[in-house]
């Protein structure tokens, strides 16, 4: 085993402060990273608060992490060392179930390992996140960054990005297709510009007037106010796709009429009950509704590859570790357009207790 320094806490609501934890030795299929950078994300909040009751301390977050592979075990044939690598919310899985093999790891029915606040799957050890200086992570679940790519946003890819990216794959989104997005955050930023490289017609729905030009710099061609009676009527059976990113619970019946024939809602931000869903908005158009999780390794590279190829980054504010309870209360706040990103080189001005 070896020690570094991380940032975490050690019981809810607690500032993220430095500390030691230990990284397992190599296994004959594991990559050592030493971390780059590492994103900020909503679920990094969540879990330090224990918002859902299940977080484990000491914890350290992170789980959208950039760096370079510092050694490898002797089983490894995928990466190198000084590679350009990436880990994301997902660390291990049974890799037996039927959606590990068809490479959908988020799914694995014995429940995957995540990056932090996670179990490891043979010794039972506490898994820690990217709020550290070096992790290591087996082989199959370590990506490769393109050299295309700047590592330095190269990131929120692996959470908001892949969260988004899955469900557009998914319903085959692409030229031609009517889109609209619901929220324009880390995840609904994400989705537009996704979207919009795709070819697709993209909406942006909101209730804030002042996104409108934000919406469309980032390529959106229209903003749909949500609030406005006449402008939501006006677009009634109009999409075939919405992606919903709003976090928390809300209505979604208004946003179902806006679907065409066969159009599908996808649900991709409340992780909590929603107001009651009108059954005849779903019978008439043959409309669906349907929730998406992250994305398998197969689909992370995809989005890495496609993003170096089309120039599609996330827009970040890089912060120092010295300031992440800063950021964390912007965040609260949502004063970032539209993720944080920790410059994982002020590690080295950290005194640990």
């Known amino acids: 085993m070896t020690q570094c320094t991380a940032f975490g806490v050690c019981e809810a609501h607690a500032e993220l402060a430095p500390m030691r934890i230990e990284r397992r030795a190599l296994r004959a299929d594991d990559v050592a990273i030493e971390i780059a950078y590492c994103g900020i994300c909503h679920t990094d909040a969540h879990y330090l608060h224990n918002d859902w009751g299940s977080s484990k301390y000491p914890l350290v977050p992170g789980h959208e992490i950039v760096g370079h592979v510092t050694?490898?075990?002797?089983?490894?044939?995928?990466?190198?060392?000084?590679?350009?690598?990436?880990?994301?919310?997902?660390?291990?899985?049974?890799?037996?179930?039927a959606p590990c093999e068809e490479g959908e790891e988020q799914n694995c029915i014995a429940g995957p390992t995540p990056t932090y606040n996670g179990r490891d799957r043979q010794s039972g050890e506490p898994t820690h996140g990217g709020y550290s200086e070096h992790i290591v992570v087996r082989e199959k679940?370590?990506?490769r960054v393109p050299e295309a790519l700047d590592m330095r946003y190269a990131g929120p890819l692996?959470?908001?990005?892949?969260?988004?990216?899955?469900?557009?794959?998914?319903?085959?989104?692409?030229?031609?297709?009517?889109?609209?997005?619901?929220?324009?955050?880390?995840?609904?930023?994400?989705?537009v510009k996704l979207a919009s490289a795709l070819g697709a017609e993209v909406t942006v729905?909101?209730?804030?007037?002042?996104?409108?030009?934000?919406?469309?710099?980032?390529?959106?061609?229209?903003?749909?106010?949500?609030?406005?009676?006449?402008?939501?009527?006006?677009?009634?059976?109009?999409?075939?796709?919405?992606l919903d990113t709003i976090p928390t619970r809300h209505d979604v019946n208004p946003y179902l009429m806006l679907l065409g024939r066969d159009g599908v809602l996808v649900l991709v931000g409340a992780l909590e009950s929603l107001e009651p869903i009108h059954g005849a908005l779903l019978m008439v158009n043959n409309r669906s509704i349907a929730g998406s999780l992250m994305g398998g390794l197969s689909a992370t590279q995809e989005l890495l590859d496609f993003c170096a190829d089309h120039e599609v980054l996330p827009e970040c504010e890089m912060v120092g570790v010295h300031d992440i309870n800063k950021a964390f209360a912007r965040m609260k706040a949502n004063d970032v357009k539209y993720r944080f990103v920790i410059d994982m080189s002020s590690m080295k001005d950290v005194n640990t207790p």
Do not use: E
Not at 206 to 216: E, I, L, Q, V
């Open 71 to 97: 050694a490898i075990g002797d089983a490894v044939t995928r990466h190198k060392v000084g590679d350009r690598v990436a880990v994301g919310c997902l660390v291990d899985s049974c890799q037996h179930c």
């Open 141 to 143: 679940f370590v990506l």
């Open 158 to 191: 692996l959470c908001a990005g892949i969260t988004v990216w899955t469900p557009l794959r998914r319903y085959g989104i692409g030229k031609g297709s009517k889109v609209a997005v619901v929220g324009l955050g880390g995840l609904g930023h994400m989705a």
């Open 205 to 242: 729905i909101t209730s804030s007037p002042g996104k409108a030009d934000d919406a469309r710099a980032l390529g959106a061609r229209h903003v749909l106010l949500s609030n406005d009676p006449a402008s939501m009527k006006a677009r009634f059976s109009h999409f075939d796709f919405i």
